[in-house]
């Protein structure tokens, strides 16, 4: 696991492995949104920019860890405490005691609280307030939280005496700082005597020059062993103020030419390793969002597919319920028609037809037909039963849509005339009727055959009129006749609905036109 290997490399003091390795976990929890792992990482990556002397960078670090510290507070404690550290290294006191006091208020762990407490009195004695660093170290070990932390105690009891010592109470700081070194001996801490040895070479630096040289060399042995440069560079200046120049001023000025770039080389490691993170990260990112557009579009187009699909699909169910539907609704119109064939049919077998038979058969038993002139009066009513059969039957037959239809048309219409009434037809021949659609041919001799009954049974016309005519895109059909004619609205109750249904389904028009006393007319447009 990244972060395992990290912590092992941070140990063994490999910082530029450690930072790399942290920072490559840290992008991998991102993946995760695992967040108590992302401010775990950032918070290390800040605490080894620190160590390498990178405090700004250090500091970048930790606001990038803001947002995922409030998932729990010792983590915000934690930031806050390296922030404080931060400041206090770049000599900015104040803000390094407002984060070391929200350090505090984010923990409610005593020996959490100590460390910060620490910090804060530690500033305290660089901003030269000694009796408020006094107060608060004495205060932390009244509590006796850190009586089981040794190491932590011996510390706080050094900066009490150093701090005592600064404030010209040299006995009393003396005793002090000598118990918190003897505590740390006693303790094993060889890194925190580093910082005993330096506040006694301090102290003995103006009564004790011996002494003083002898405790700054035990803070360089000890650093140079622990690769502490900041504390050797320390113990160094402590010699050379005492007289040693000569002896140890090449070697500060060769280590601090070395620690600056040390931690200059540090500080850009630190920043092309976050740099070349992020460029990758964005580099992923855009991959990710290229394949993710990628399997967008391809998503777009099967739902395109499935939505066309059924697009077909339902345009295909839509055609066969259309032609289901007109198919019941010209069987249904069959139906009717024949209903109102066999009705008509009826009708005028019992309206007409019934009476003139029964007549007939009366003549025979009241007439003798040994008579000639009775002979001829009951052969004119066969006859005209005989004629009256024919045209029943012919307005009833199918007819003929072929090359015979004009014939046909004329024979029918010709049939209505008779000694009362005289039938005029023209232009017949005018139209090219092998160009005109069957349905409609039907259509005209049904409606016309119809307008004939109409007048025989209603108008007892006269004279009756029916013009053909055309143009190049229309036939015209012009009926007029001279009977009673009658009241528009009527027209309907005269069964003429019917004519109206037949021409409109063809997509032609027909008018009406008729008063009482002044005869029928009626003009008839059918598309060719």
């Known amino acids: 696991m990244l972060q395992e290997k990290a912590t092992e490399q941070f140990l063994k003091s490999n910082y530029n492995n450690s930072f790399y390795l942290f920072n490559k976990s840290k992008i991998a929890f991102e993946l995760s949104k695992d967040s108590a792992n992302i401010v775990y990482n950032l918070i290390r990556m800040a605490n080894i920019q620190q160590i390498n002397g990178d405090y700004y960078g250090s500091k970048e670090t930790l606001t990038e860890a803001l947002p995922y510290a409030d998932i729990d507070n010792t983590y915000k404690s934690a930031i806050n405490n390296f922030f404080g550290i931060a400041d206090k290294e770049l000599a900015i006191y104040d803000d390094a005691i407002f984060y070391y006091n929200e350090a505090i208020k984010d923990t409610n762990d005593q020996v959490a609280k100590q460390s910060p407490l620490n910090n804060i009195a530690v500033v305290y004695i660089k901003k030269k307030n000694y009796d408020e660093a006094i107060k608060i170290l004495e ?54 005597s580093i910082e005993s040895y330096l506040h006694l070479a301090e102290f003995y630096s103006k009564t004790d020059i ?23 560079l320390r113990a160094l200046a402590f010699l050379i103020s005492n007289g040693s120049e000569t002896k140890y001023g090449k070697k500060y000025i060769s280590l601090n030419d070395s620690i600056i770039k040390v931690r200059n080389n540090f500080k850009n490691k630190f920043a092309k390793i976050k740099y070349d993170s992020k460029k990758e990260k964005d580099e992923n990112q855009k991959l990710r969002l290229e394949k993710a557009e990628t399997s967008l579009a391809l998503q777009k187009a099967h739902y395109q597919k499935i939505f066309f699909t059924i697009g077909i699909a339902a345009l295909f169910l839509l055609l ?163 009977g009673k004619g009658c009241e528009k609205s009527k027209i309907i109750k005269n069964g003429l609905q019917n004519m109206e249904n037949r021409i409109l389904s063809n997509k032609g028009t027909i008018t009406f036109e008729t008063e009482p006393d002044k005869g029928f007319k009626v003009k008839i447009t059918m598309p060719k």
């Open 210 to 232: 011996q002494k003083s040289n002898e405790n700054a060399k035990k803070a360089y042995d000890i650093a140079t062993k622990f690769n502490s440069i900041d504390e050797r």
């Open 320 to 482: 066969l319920y259309l032609r289901k539907f007109y198919q019941n609704r010209n069987r249904i119109e069959k139906i009717k028609t024949a209903y109102s064939t066999e009705t008509r049919i009826a009708k005028d077998i019992h309206d007409g037809l019934a009476n003139d038979v029964f007549h007939a058969i009366t003549y025979t038993q009241t007439q003798p037909l040994a008579n000639e002139s009775n002979k001829e009066n009951l052969l004119q009513k066969l006859d005209d039963i005989y004629s009256r059969v024919r045209g029943i039957s012919r307005e009833n037959n199918d007819i003929d849509t072929g090359p015979n239809f004009p014939n046909n048309l004329k024979e029918m219409l010709s049939t209505y005339n008779s000694g009362q009434t005289n039938v005029i037809i023209n232009g017949v021949e005018k139209i090219n009727w092998d160009s005109v659609d069957d349905l409609k041919k039907i259509a005209i001799q049904r409606v016309l055959h119809e307008l004939m009954v109409n007048m025989k049974k209603h108008s007892e016309a006269p004279v009756v009129s029916i013009k053909f005519d055309s143009n190049s895109n229309f036939m015209l059909i012009d009926y007029s006749d001279n």
């Open 139 to 192: 205060s932390i070990l009244k509590t006796k939280a850190l009586d089981a932390y040794p190491k932590s105690k011996a510390r706080v009891i050094d900066n009490l005496g150093f701090a005592y010592y600064k404030k010209d109470s040299n006995e009393k700081g003396f005793q002090l700082m000598k118990e918190g070194l003897e505590l740390r001996i006693k303790a094993d801490d060889i890194y925190g």
